[in-house]
């Protein structure tokens, strides 16, 4: 069976890998792991010197660095599933895939690569888990052109809680400091948790709407809904996986239509051959020809003498006249069938057939047919 990883969004398939990376996602088949691979720590800008180019230029251009180095310290502070590493390596650990709410398994943020690596398409998730087990400010996911993205962790830290008379508010003010992403975006988030936010967020009318689409991407993706046009979200699959497995569905749909084809033809040949011969039959065969079967079980000579002399007899003309004795293997028999033959006075030869099967006296039964 294949063996496929989910983790922000993407769904990898590790079935054929045999890296250490590998093997330990095969203790991982079937779960989505987004959460060892917190992937909004990238914005730290220490990590980023670790990161591939075209990540880390992307961030810099939609991140702002002292917010997101407060967002981090923050973070490091307040959570109690994230933990461990200074402030340049946090976090360190991070809750455990099969049991999210209980903390202590490795964090792999830099093996992020090797999951994409075996990337073959991406998460599929309802709507109705987002508008229903998604929209409080503490699981907090919205939909921006048919993506969902979980901005859960960047509302808590990007804003704080606020309470009335000891009572928790369902609304929440702003922490301008840790908010790296642009106020009205920020916002935005914070207002529609579990929500469709696409019309407001075309509505921004931000700077550079598609590079913030990018890096929502990069930090915050967990998958694409069920609407999105892709039948089988197989955005940036293997394509040399793709054509080598098409090549070979092809090669073989290939022979065996041109072999059926050729079963075809064979059989109309035959199908004609034997018609043609048929019809040259029926042309050549007498109107009134007469087929006479004697079978025969240990007869006596005399009895045999009888019954083909009786049939010699027969006023029926002998061109238009096949006798058939049937032998039931006793060689005897046989050589009593032969001797009353060859004084019939017919210039035709006896022809002989074999039947054999069915344990018959002497491996077989034998008949002779003038």
Not at 47 to 75: D, G, Y
Not at 158 to 179: C, F, I, P, Y
Not at 292 to 313: D, H, K, M, S
Request: net charge negative.
């Amino acid at each position: 069976s294949r063996k496929f990883v989910a983790a922000n969004g993407i769904v990898s398939d590790f079935t054929l890998s045999q890296s250490s990376f590998g093997r330990m996602m095969h203790g991982y088949i079937g779960y989505d792991i987004s959460s060892v691979f917190p992937l909004i720590s990238q914005i730290n800008p220490e990590m980023r010197e670790m990161l591939p180019s075209s990540t880390a230029t992307l961030l810099s251009k939609c991140v702002t660095n002292n917010e997101a180095e407060q967002f981090i310290e923050h973070w490091r502070s307040e959570s109690t599933l994230y933990s461990g590493g200074n402030t340049d390596s946090f976090p360190e650990r991070c809750p455990f895939p099969q049991s999210p709410q209980t903390s202590g398994a490795d964090c792999l943020t830099s093996s992020w690569p090797q999951f994409l690596n075996s990337k073959v398409g991406v998460f599929k998730i309802n709507i109705t888990e987002v508008t229903e087990r998604h929209a409080s400010p503490t699981t907090s996911w919205v939909i921006i052109d048919d993506h969902v993205y979980d901005v859960s962790m960047y509302v808590t830290y990007a804003s704080d809680q606020v309470v009335h008379n000891g009572t928790v508010d369902t609304s929440r003010t702003l922490r301008k400091e840790t908010m790296f992403l642009p106020e009205n975006l920020t916002r935005l988030f914070i207002s529609n948790p579990g929500q469709d936010i696409s019309t407001q967020f075309h509505a921004l009318s931000l700077k550079d709407e598609s590079l913030y689409k990018q890096c929502m991407d990069t930090l915050f993706l967990r998958g694409t809904t069920l609407t999105t046009k892709s039948p089988f979200a197989c955005a940036n699959t293997n394509i040399v996986a793709w054509v080598t497995f098409g090549l070979y569905f092809l090669v073989v749909f290939v022979r065996f239509a041109v072999a059926e084809i050729y079963a075809q033809v064979r059989a109309r040949r035959v199908v004609l051959a034997v018609d043609e011969d048929n019809a040259a039959s029926l042309e050549q065969a007498p109107s009134n020809s007469v087929l006479v079967v004697v079978p025969c079980f240990n007869e006596p000579i005399e009895t045999l003498t009888r019954t083909i002399q009786g049939i010699a007899r027969s006023a029926h003309p002998d061109s238009q006249t096949l006798l058939w004795v049937i032998n039931d293997g006793n060689p005897d028999v046989l050589e009593s069938i032969l001797r009353v033959l060859s004084h019939s006075g017919h210039a035709s030869d006896p022809k002989f057939y074999g039947a054999y099967g069915g344990g018959d006296v002497g491996g077989g039964s034998f008949s002779a047919a003038r």
